[in-house]
T-cell receptor, first 115, second 112 residues
C-alpha cells in the first residue's frame, strides 16, 4: 500500500548527541513536512519542502535541519538534542500539485527520547 | 495569526451516543479544513477533508461541517463505539501556503 513510512519508530539519544530521523513516501507527493508534537499539544510545523524548495518556519530552532535528497525521502537532523527536544516527530506529505490537493497524509511518527 | 481552538479538551460518553466535537478558527480565509484521529503514541489518520467551497463531508458514521463565515467546524460521530476512543484534531489549511494550523485536540473516551 502507498504510505508514509518513518524510521525508527522509537529513538533514544543522549543529550548533545546528533540524531537523524527518516521519512519516506511511496505516494510520489511533491510536498513533505516535519512536525514536532509534545504531549497533549498540537503538532507544530518545523519546516516543509515543496519539491526541493525548503521552507523553514520562523520559530524553528537552528538546532533542527532537514534534507530531501529525492522525492521519496526526507530527513530531520537534530544537531545537539536537548531535553526539551524530546517529542513525537511526525512526517507528512501532500500532493501540492494544485490548490485542491492540500490533504496531508501522516506517517506513524518517531518518538524521540533524550537522556 | 490564525488560531485554532477545540472545545471540549476531553469528553467521555457511553457507547451508542451521538456526539459533536467542535473546532473554531479566528481567520476565515482558509483553504480547507481537515479532521484527524490520533491514537495514543501513534501518528495522525485523516478522517475528512472539507474544501472551503464545501459545507460538509461524510464518511460512514462521521459527518463534518464547515461554516467559514462564523469560523466553525463540527465533527459529528453517530452511534459511538469504544473503538472511537482517540484524540480528534482539526486543522485549517491557510490560503496558498500548503500548511496546516492545528488545534490541540479533543480526547474522546467512549465507555462500553
Amino acid at each position: 500500500d502507498a504510505m508514509v513510512i518513518q524510521n525508527p519508530r522509537y529513538q533514544v539519544t543522549q543529550f548533545g548527541k546528533p540524531v537523524t530521523l527518516s521519512c519516506s513516501q511511496t505516494l510520489n507527493h511533491n510536498v513533505m513536512y516535519w512536525y514536532q508534537q509534545k504531549s497533549s499539544q498540537a503538532p507544530k510545523l518545523l519546516f516543509h519542502y515543496y519539491d526541493k524548495d525548503f521552507n523553514n518556519e520562523a520559530d524553528t530552532p537552528d538546532n533542527f535541519q532537514s534534507r530531501r535528497p529525492n522525492t521519496s525521502f526526507c530527513f530531520l537532523d537534530i544537531r545537539s538534542p536537548g531535553l526539551g527536544d524530546a517529542a513525537m516527530y511526525l512526517c507528512a506529505t501532500s500532493r501540492g500539485a494544485s490548490l485542491s490537493s492540500y490533504e496531508q497524509y501522516f506517517g506513524p511518527g518517531t518518538r524521540l527520547t533524550v537522556t | 495569526k490564525q488560531e485554532v481552538t477545540q472545545i471540549p479538551a476531553a469528553l467521555s460518553v457511553p457507547e451508542g451516543e451521538n456526539l459533536v466535537l467542535n473546532c473554531s478558527f479566528t481567520d476565515s480565509a482558509i483553504y480547507n479544513l481537515q479532521w484527524f484521529r490520533q491514537d495514543p503514541g501513534k501518528g495522525l489518520t485523516s478522517l475528512l477533508l472539507i474544501q472551503s467551497s464545501q459545507r460538509e463531508q461524510t464518511s460512514g458514521r462521521l459527518n463534518a461541517s464547515l461554516d467559514k463565515s462564523s469560523g466553525r467546524s463540527t465533527l459529528y460521530i453517530a452511534a459511538s463505539q469504544p473503538g472511537d476512543s482517540a484524540t480528534y484534531l482539526c486543522a485549517v489549511g491557510e490560503d496558498s501556503s500548503y500548511k496546516l494550523i492545528f488545534g490541540s485536540g479533543t480526547r474522546l473516551l467512549v465507555r462500553p
